[in-house]
């Protein structure tokens, strides 16, 4: 609304302005051309009629009251001595007036000048005889106009512009509330569907497509409430997955005691093998207890890394070296494939945590017998890369865009036997997000997979 007003009233004024003013500046043209015109017919009777000599003659006085009769005026005549010799108002005739206008004119230069103030002009008009070699100058009219009424007519053009201009002012506010309230009137629409969102998501997207503006707001604002419902939702599948996988274990480990307690003389056997079980399950809620609070320290902030300089070979070396005990049960050949000396700004701890997991992942997954894990190093100027291939069962292709999430497992029946929690690669993207990294992966079934770690040599706050 503001700027409608502002584009109708301010070139209202500017016009209203610009009429008066050009007014007024045309009007004083055209009074000091007639003027001059005038005086120059009478300059030059003077010389004619012998006028500077003899001031009675009765033309030439009728010609000069007359002119300054019609237009308020005062005319002097001025000789070579500087001598006024003729004066309509009858004041300074038989003095001397030097001035710089009247030396000017003597000069052979016109001069003309209003004066604002007291509203009139001022000109002078040289007198010279036309029978001289030279024409040479012989007198001086200065002559002095008033201006009263064009000042009176200009007043008289700002009063009807102000008045007009008011009415347009009017105009103009009714038109720009009007105008204001149904350009905005699409954008209360979209208002109004977001403040739906406090009593819950909306069901359906929103679509305002009055403007171009409108359509691209509610086409982020749809793609925003899509991506919280996704949020929401993985929320509560997260919630519903650590109750499923936190009560498994328990529920378990009730069976077993109860077993135990419903039984008299429980064989010792027997009664060892039920607590060796209780023990697995405790163990195995307390490694998802442990993924846990690790996930959930990853989910922090990123200033709660502590950041150092850290050789990666070295780093590599140890969770090689802490895996191959794991490794060797399972038949499967670590290899490592350094390039380069590489030195980065990490944090060595939550690090280590997710190449161990993909290292892990790699011996689990692998064939029974004869399989391999390969882990390679290698850096440029800017990132380091590492990847981690086997030659494992791999990853059907449905699953690939949900590996990453907490407690997804690909084969559901044969978690169990693996183990794990299923929360190792989650945990291991957080930690390489958290260093500004990305991490990637491809895979084929039966034909093993590959995961692909890019992070920057310099960690970026």
């Not at 163990?283 to 990666?312: C, F, G, P």
Request: include cysteine; charged fraction near 25%; charge should be negative.
């Amino acid at each position: 609304m503001v700027i409608v007003m502002l584009m109708g009233i301010i070139p209202s004024i500017v016009v209203e302005n610009v009429i008066v003013q050009s007014y007024e500046d045309r009007a004083l043209s055209q009074r000091t051309i007639i003027i001059q015109n005038q005086s120059n017919i009478i300059s030059n009777q003077l010389v004619q009629l012998g006028y500077m000599e003899d001031q009675s003659n009765a033309v030439i006085n009728g010609e000069i009251s007359m002119l300054t009769n019609i237009y308020e005026g005062r005319i002097l005549i001025i000789n070579r001595d500087y001598e006024v010799i003729k004066d309509t108002y009858e004041l300074d005739r038989g003095k001397y007036l030097i001035s710089k206008e009247v030396i000017n004119c003597f000069n052979g230069q016109d001069t003309s000048q209003y004066d604002k103030r007291n509203q009139y002009i001022e000109m002078t008009v040289p007198i010279s005889d036309p029978e001289s070699a030279d024409k040479e100058i012989i007198g001086v009219m200065l002559i002095s106009v008033s201006t009263v009424e064009i000042n009176d007519s200009k007043d008289m053009l700002e009063q009807r512009g102000t008045m007009i201009l008011g009415i347009l002012v009017i105009l103009i506010l009714v038109f720009s509330y009007i105008l204001s309230g149904i350009l905005v009137k699409p954008f209360q629409k979209i208002t109004r569907s977001i403040e739906e969102l406090t009593d819950g998501y909306l069901d359906e997207s929103i679509s305002v497509p009055d403007y171009l503006e409108t359509e691209l707001i509610t086409d982020a604002f749809n793609k925003m409430l899509a991506r919280v419902k996704t949020l929401d939702d993985s929320r509560q599948e997260f919630v519903s997955n650590v109750s499923h996988e936190l009560k498994t274990p328990l529920a378990s480990m009730k069976v077993l005691a109860d077993s135990l307690n419903v039984q008299e003389n429980v064989p010792i056997e027997q009664y060892q093998e039920f607590m060796r079980d209780i023990s697995e399950e405790i163990d195995r809620e307390n490694s998802i207890i442990t993924d846990l609070l690790s996930l959930v320290k990853m989910d922090k902030k990123a200033s709660d890394l502590n950041i150092e300089t850290v050789n990666i070979n070295d780093l590599l070396e140890l969770v090689l070296k802490r895996l191959r005990p794991i490794a060797g049960k399972k038949q499967v050949e670590l290899i490592l494939d350094s390039f380069r000396p590489v030195n980065a700004e990490v944090d060595a701890t939550k690090l280590t945590l997710a190449f161990s997991n993909l290292v892990e992942n790699a011996i689990k997954y692998n064939r029974p017998e004869g399989g391999w894990v390969r882990v390679s190093l290698n850096a440029d100027h800017k990132y380091f890369y590492v990847t981690v291939a086997d030659s494992g069962i791999g990853i059907p292709e449905e699953s690939l865009n949900h590996i990453f999430e907490r407690f997804y497992r690909v084969d559901k029946s044969h978690s169990r036997e693996i183990g794990g929690t299923g929360l190792g690669l989650a945990i291991t993207r957080s930690a390489i997000v958290m260093h500004r990294g990305a991490i990637r992966v491809y895979s084929k079934e039966n034909e093993g997979t590959t995961f692909s770690v890019r992070i920057p040599l310099v960690y970026i706050a």
